[in-house]
């Protein structure tokens, strides 16, 4: 009864006919079944075609409320748990295992195409037990990521890189019993499910990096409890590893901005993966023409940046002008478009409401 007067509501909204229902059903009932329906920042009760209603009846003509359905089942981009959580099972098979396999070809002297006779070898068994895998978010899905790889032991893998000086003495004894008398040194592999703009992770601001991996860095070098670190990490023969599960294109570039300074200034062997990559051609920006550019422009609310300071102006294209077009099954980015998400506004009401992670004081 729910779905059906939810599905009138949109009915009256766009001004349907029965022919023009009876032809959107499917795609309507499609959608909301495989994804839209579990984005988990609907209020209680509320479901997808309920909620898009809502949200085409706030724009003021047919047109514009047109041109806002046709942006929502031809262009908009939306990860499913089931989705986020294959990225996060095939990211040690499919992105960080070949890198492995091509260090421990050199090392053996074999070409990496061999695959069978490299994962026989001792320089891949000791390179693949001392690696270290930590979560640089909770978003990372550890916990998925540790049963999809067996292959792997629980002890190399941390739901989080800030762990005390204690668990780096654990860190240090479980290293030196998989080693034996060698001197491999371990790969931490830092593991991320989505970038969009990579500032908050790792970026360049002229010749300094800066992010939480910068931050991580330092505080294995500089920190209070950096002489324990030292007994597990030697920087350049650690090499260091960054996976995301989905990232922009932008995003990095501008993370391997920020790696360059990292690798010019401290020496790191560092390098940057991703499991799916998005291109930069799916995103919206003002110099386009398409109707929907107007749609944003006009239905942005400047207030709400007031609330968030973070925003660094206006922000109807999201957050560094992203003019993404997307939504994750637990949140929506802010560097989506406003009008998806418009959090703490008192005038656009969002499609899909957002929850921001890093909220101003009251």
């Known amino acids: 009864m729910r779905d059906a007067l939810a599905e009138r509501?949109?009915?009256?909204?766009?001004?349907?006919?029965?022919?023009?229902?009876?032809?959107?059903?499917?795609?309507?009932?499609?959608?909301?079944?495989?994804?839209?329906?579990?984005?988990?920042?609907?209020?209680?009760?509320?479901?997808?075609?309920?909620s898009l209603a809502l949200w085409l009846e706030q724009f003021s003509t047919l047109a514009e409320r047109k041109t806002a359905y046709e942006?929502?089942?031809s262009r908009l981009v939306f990860l499913s748990h089931a989705e986020?959580?294959?990225?996060a099972a095939i990211a040690y098979p499919d992105v960080i295992r070949p890198l492995f396999i091509e260090k421990a070809a050199t090392d053996a002297n074999l070409p990496p195409f061999r695959v069978s006779q490299v994962l026989a070898t001792g320089a891949f068994?000791?390179?693949?037990?001392?690696?270290l895998f930590f979560g640089l978010s909770d978003g990372a899905r550890i916990d998925l990521f540790r049963r999809s790889n067996k292959e792997l032991s629980h002890e190399q893998i941390f739901s989080s890189y800030e762990i005390s000086k204690e668990k780096v003495r654990e860190i240090r004894t479980w290293l030196n019993e998989k080693r034996g008398h060698t001197d491999v040194a371990p790969t931490l592999v830092l593991l991320d499910d989505f970038t969009a703009s990579g500032t908050s992770c790792l970026t360049a601001d002229g010749q300094q990096a800066k992010g939480k991996l910068a931050k991580f860095v330092k505080r294995l070098q500089e920190s209070e409890d950096s002489a324990e670190w030292r007994t597990v990490v030697s920087f350049p023969k650690t090499r260091l590893v960054v996976v995301f599960y989905v990232a922009t294109a932008q995003a990095l570039v501008n993370i391997e901005r920020g790696a360059d300074v990292l690798r010019k200034t401290h020496g790191?062997?560092?390098?940057?993966?991703?499991?799916?990559?998005?291109?930069?051609?799916?995103?919206l920006q003002a110099s386009h023409t398409e109707p929907v550019i107007e749609l944003i422009n006009k239905y942005y609310d400047p207030r709400a940046k007031d609330k968030h300071p973070e925003w660094e102006g206006d922000v109807p294209f999201g957050y560094k002008n992203g003019g993404l077009p997307l939504v994750i099954h637990h949140n929506t980015p802010n560097n989506s478009i406003f009008v998806l998400w418009a959090e703490d506004s008192d005038t656009v009401r969002p499609l899909f409401p957002r929850v921001s992670r890093h909220r101003r004081e009251s």
């Open 9 to 50: 509501l949109l009915g009256n909204v766009m001004e349907w006919t029965n022919e023009d229902i009876a032809r959107q059903r499917p795609v309507l009932q499609a959608l909301a079944a495989l994804k839209y329906d579990e984005y988990q920042q609907f209020s209680p009760g509320m479901r997808f075609v309920e």
């Open 71 to 73: 942006f929502v089942v």
């Open 84 to 87: 986020m959580a294959h990225f």
């Open 125 to 131: 068994k000791q390179l693949e037990a001392a690696s």
């Open 268 to 283: 790191i062997d560092i390098t940057v993966l991703c499991v799916q990559r998005i291109e930069n051609s799916i995103s």
